[in-house]
């Protein structure tokens, strides 16, 4: 079993950074893909980003291709999303997940676990 926490949400303006950090515990951790989601006020939950077990496929939501990158540290347990040029539109409650699955997906439903997620809100 995979539990995950996320941090570094937080309160920026447009076009500042911010990088998440998903850190897991369990002793599997480099079996696991893993993905970021987020959700905003009223809004459906929606894919941003996921990685393989390796770090070596990535894939990125359309809206923040280009801006975001996902990597990951197995032997730290830890995955990361660097959020670069933020925008009001990403404001949102970011989530961490992990799928049993070892390739990248972009399905909720692929997702085993999932964390509590952090705020991030990107306002002048």
């Known amino acids: 079993q995979v539990q995950v926490v996320e941090s570094g949400g937080g309160l920026v303006q447009p076009g500042d950074s911010l990088r998440l950090s998903c850190a897991a515990s369990?002793?599997?951790?480099?079996?696991?893909?893993m993905g970021w989601f987020r959700q905003a006020p009223g809004k459906e939950r929606e894919f941003v980003s996921a990685?393989?077990?390796?770090?070596?496929?990535?894939i990125y939501a359309d809206s923040v291709k280009g801006r975001f990158t996902i990597s990951r540290d197995n032997a730290k347990k830890t995955m990361y999303l660097q959020m670069n040029s933020l925008k009001p539109e990403d404001t949102a409650v970011y989530y961490c997940?992990?799928?049993?699955?070892?390739?990248?997906?972009?399905?909720?439903?692929?997702?085993?676990?999932w964390g509590q997620g952090t705020q991030v809100t990107v306002s002048s």
């Open positions: 997940a992990a799928s049993y699955s070892p390739g990248t997906t972009d399905r909720p439903s692929q997702y085993d676990y």
């Open positions: 369990g002793r599997t951790f480099s079996s696991y893909a």
């Open positions: 990685i393989n077990w390796s770090g070596r496929s990535t």
